[in-house]
C-alpha cells in the first residue's frame, strides 16, 4: 500500500511544536495510510526545542529531521526575525524533501505540506514538488476570521493603522458583537508590526489550499460559521476545525509536591494563577497580585516566574527561594503557607485535572483555554499579548464562559504593560472565579463534555478530521 507523505513544519517554539506533535500523532493514529515527517527548525542559540522532540517514540508513520541551524543577521527585529529564520531554512527544507522522496521511492507519495500559521514562506517550497499546502493555525476560529478580514479591509484601502486607531470598535464577520479595538492584537494596529501584518502573516494565511483550526464547532459555532455563510471568508479557503488539540501528559517534571498538596484541599476551593510560558510582571505587578491573593483567603497555587532583562528575547526563568522572599511583600510566604503554594515553572495540565481546581486566572493563551475548557475550570481572564486579548473579549463577551480581571492590560513585546493592574481588581476576579453559582461555571462545564465527545466518532471534530485525512490521501 503506498503511502501518502505529508511534511509538517512547525513555528520552533515550545506551545506550537506540542501542539502540532499532538495533531500528527492524531492523524497517524486515526489513518494508516499517512506518513509524516516532521522538520524541525531552531532558534540561533536556543535548545529549548529539545526536550519535547528526545523522548518521542520515532516510528515507521512518524519521523523527526532536525534541520541544521541558520545563523541571522546580527539585531535582526522581532518582526522579521521569523521571516528570516524562515527564508534561511528554505534550502534545507527543499534538500530534505528531495531527500525523503528519493528514500522514499515506490513506497510512498509526497501529498502534501502542513506548515505552521507563521511559517507560510515555506509554501513557495511546496509549490516547487507541486503538492497543496495546509496551515496549522494554533489558535481559534474567531480570531483567524479578524485578521482575515482586517487584512481584507486593509488590502481594500477601507481602513488603515491611522484610520483603525480612530476606532472604538469595528463589526468582524467572526464575532457575533462589535469587536473593541483593544481587543485588537498588537500586530494588527500598531505600524511597527504593519509590513508582517499584511505582506507575510496573513498574506501567507490567504495562500494556503485549507486551515487547520485547533477548535471545535460547538465551541465556535458562530466563527466557523461564518467560514460557509460570509461572502469574504468562504470564497477565501476551507478550514477544518479538528480540536481540541491537548497535551494531557505534562512534560516530566517534578510536580509531586503540589499535586500532594492539592488531595488535601477541598472540592473546587483552588485558584491556579499562571500566565504561560512567557508570562512574567515587574516587582510592583508582582505585589498587587500578592495583596490580591491575601485579601481574597483563596487557596492558591501560583506559578511566578522570573522576567528577563528589557529587550531579551529569552523565556522566564524560576526563581530563588531568597529571591522570592525579597520580590514579595514581608512575611507573605508564611502567612500563606497554609492555604497556597508559590511556584516556578507548573505542570498546568496535571493542575487544571485535579478536582481541587476550581478557577484559573490566565493570560487566555489559546492552549490554555482549551485546557480549561476540557478539565471544566472558568478562567479570570488577564491577557499580555499576541491575540490573547481577542480570545479574552471572546470568553467573556461572546461565550459568556469566563470572568474578567481585565480586557484591555498588553504587554509590549520586549517592552513594559499598558498599565498597573490593582489588587482590588485582581481579588474581584479571584472571588467571582471561584464562586460555585456562577452561569459561566455551568457553560463551562456544560462545554467541557462537549470537548470530550466531539473528537468521537460522530463527533464535529472527527468528521472535520475525516474529511482533512481524504483531502489530503486523494491526492495521491
Not at 61 to 90: G, V, Y
Not at 283 to 292: G, K, L, S, Y
Not at 328 to 357: M, N, S, Y
Request: glycine share 6%; aromatic share 10%.
Amino acid at each position: 500500500m503506498k503511502k501518502a507523505e505529508v511534511v509538517f513544519i512547525p513555528l520552533p517554539v515550545p506551545s506550537h511544536i506540542v501542539s502540532t506533535l499532538e495533531f500528527a500523532n492524531l492523524l497517524i493514529n486515526r489513518e494508516n495510510r499517512l506518513r509524516i515527517t516532521i522538520l524541525l527548525m531552531k532558534l540561533p542559540h536556543s535548545s529549548e526545542t529539545d526536550v519535547y522532540t528526545k523522548s518521542l517514540p520515532i516510528t515507521d508513520s512518524l519521523n523527526i529531521i532536525n534541520l541544521p541551524e541558520c545563523s541571522l543577521p546580527p539585531n535582526t527585529a522581532p518582526p522579521s526575525a521569523m521571516n528570516a529564520l524562515i527564508e534561511a531554512q528554505k534550502p534545507n527544507v527543499k534538500q530534505a524533501v528531495a531527500n525523503l522522496t528519493a528514500e522514499r521511492g515506490e513506497t510512498g507519495v509526497l501529498a502534501a505540506f502542513v506548515v505552521d500559521m507563521f511559517c507560510t514562506n515555506m509554501i513557495d517550497v511546496a509549490k516547487e514538488f507541486s503538492v497543496p499546502t495546509l496551515v496549522f493555525f494554533t489558535s481559534g476560529a474567531a480570531s483567524l476570521g479578524l485578521n482575515i478580514h482586517l487584512h481584507t479591509l486593509r488590502e481594500r484601502d477601507i481602513v488603515d493603522v491611522n484610520r483603525l486607531q480612530e476606532l472604538t470598535e469595528l463589526e468582524i464577520p467572526s464575532f457575533e458583537n462589535s469587536v473593541p479595538l483593544y481587543s485588537f492584537p498588537d500586530f494588527v494596529v500598531s505600524k511597527k508590526w504593519e509590513a508582517f501584518f499584511m505582506d507575510y502573516y496573513v498574506r501567507g494565511l490567504k495562500k494556503a489550499d485549507g486551515i487547520i483550526v485547533n477548535s471545535f464547532e460547538e465551541l465556535e459555532s458562530y466563527a466557523v460559521h461564518s467560514f460557509a455563510s460570509h461572502p469574504d471568508l468562504a470564497s477565501l479557503t476551507t478550514i477544518y476545525p479538528v480540536g481540541p488539540i491537548l497535551t494531557l501528559e505534562s512534560i516530566s517534571v517534578d510536580s509531586n509536591d503540589i499535586i500532594k498538596w492539592l488531595d488535601d484541599q477541598p472540592l473546587s476551593s483552588v485558584v491556579f494563577i499562571c500566565f504561560g510560558t512567557r508570562g512574567s510582571f515587574d516587582e510592583d505587578q508582582v505585589n498587587e497580585i500578592a495583596h490580591a491573593i491575601e485579601k481574597s483567603e483563596a487557596r492558591f497555587v501560583w506559578s511566578l516566574r522570573k522576567p528577563q532583562p528589557k529587550g531579551d528575547m529569552a523565556m522566564p526563568s524560576d526563581y530563588s527561594i531568597s529571591d522570592l522572599v525579597k520580590l514579595l511583600p514581608e512575611g507573605f510566604l508564611d502567612r500563606t503557607k497554609e492555604i497556597g503554594r508559590v511556584v516556578g515553572w507548573a505542570p498546568q495540565t496535571q493542575i487544571l485535572a485535579h478536582p481541587a481546581t476550581g478557577g484559573f486566572v490566565s493570560h487566555c493563551g489559546w492552549n490554555s483555554i482549551l485546557e480549561s475548557v476540557y478539565f471544566g475550570v472558568p478562567i479570570a481572564t488577564w491577557p499580555l499579548f499576541a491575540e490573547q486579548q481577542t480570545n479574552a473579549f471572546q470568553l467573556v463577551r461572546e461565550l459568556k464562559m469566563a470572568v474578567e480581571i481585565a480586557l484591555d492590560y498588553k504587554v509590549e513585546l520586549m517592552g513594559g504593560p499598558n498599565y498597573l493592574l490593582t489588587a482590588d481588581k485582581i481579588e474581584k476576579g479571584i472571588r467571582n472565579v471561584l464562586d460555585i453559582d456562577g452561569e459561566f461555571r455551568k457553560k463551562v462545564k456544560e462545554m467541557s463534555e462537549k470537548s470530550r465527545k466531539t473528537m468521537l466518532e460522530g463527533g464535529s471534530s472527527y468528521t472535520y478530521l475525516g474529511r482533512l485525512i481524504d483531502y489530503i490521501v486523494n491526492q495521491i
